[in-house]
């Protein structure tokens, strides 16, 4: 962590705006480690946004279509990404304050509740997520980490994590139609392991 905490301090401009993204495969252990880093980053003064990608997700009538592969619809249909960048980064990313009221998704109910985010420039946007440097996102990062840990052991977490799902067989399946071929495509078509500017990786 201190690692991370000085590349990033080195890098602020504490006069300008700053937007960090935490990258990585689901089950990584991203909320965990954006939870230290804003904990951090606020005793060393610095004033925090915290979002997470899955705050900005479509209604399931929009994000699922049986005409497609699941990891398709997934990948192409989840995130409300013209939201997020016209609400957010923009401002961000032109320094502007954020005073407003913003619609988060609600997984419980398929339905976006409203919340206020206020913050006085500078401030730092930390946003957690998969995919983060796909094209309709990566100009908006000053500064990406990626969490490297071993799907297998992303797998026993999920496995404890999304009970929602189903049993064990009914999560791993559901995993292998939508989540682990989408990740795997975004892997390949981004390489984000070699452009983040760093690399959190987790052994066994």
């Known amino acids: 962590m201190d690692s991370i905490l000085a590349e990033i301090q080195k890098n602020v401009y504490h006069n300008k705006n700053y937007v960090v993204g935490i990258d990585g ?48 619809c997934f990948y192409n249909l989840q995130w409300r990404y013209d939201y997020l960048t016209n609400e957010i980064l923009i401002p961000a990313k032109t320094n502007q304050d954020i005073n407003k009221n913003i619609e988060i998704y609600n997984k419980q109910i398929d339905e976006y509740k ?19 440097q796909r094209k309709e996102l ?18 026993k ?25 989408a990740e795997d495509y975004y892997i390949k078509k981004y390489n984000p392991m070699k452009s983040d500017d760093i690399i959190y990786k987790i052994s066994d």
């Open 25 to 72: 495969g689901t089950g990584a252990g991203k909320s965990t480690l954006v939870h230290s880093l804003q904990c951090q980053l606020e005793k060393l003064g610095l004033n925090t946004i915290t979002l997470h990608i899955d705050d900005f997700i479509h209604k399931r009538n929009v994000r699922y279509d049986n005409s497609k592969e699941e990891w398709l």
């Open 114 to 132: 409203n919340i206020s985010i206020i913050a006085k420039a500078p401030y730092i946007v930390i946003l957690e997520g998969i995919f983060l």
């Open 138 to 155: 990566e100009k908006f990062l000053d500064y990406t980490i990626f969490i490297d840990i071993p799907r297998k052991e992303r797998l």
């Open 157 to 181: 977490r999920i496995l404890i994590r999304d009970t929602y799902i189903g049993d064990a067989e009914e999560i791993i399946d559901k995993y292998e139609r939508r989540y682990f071929p």
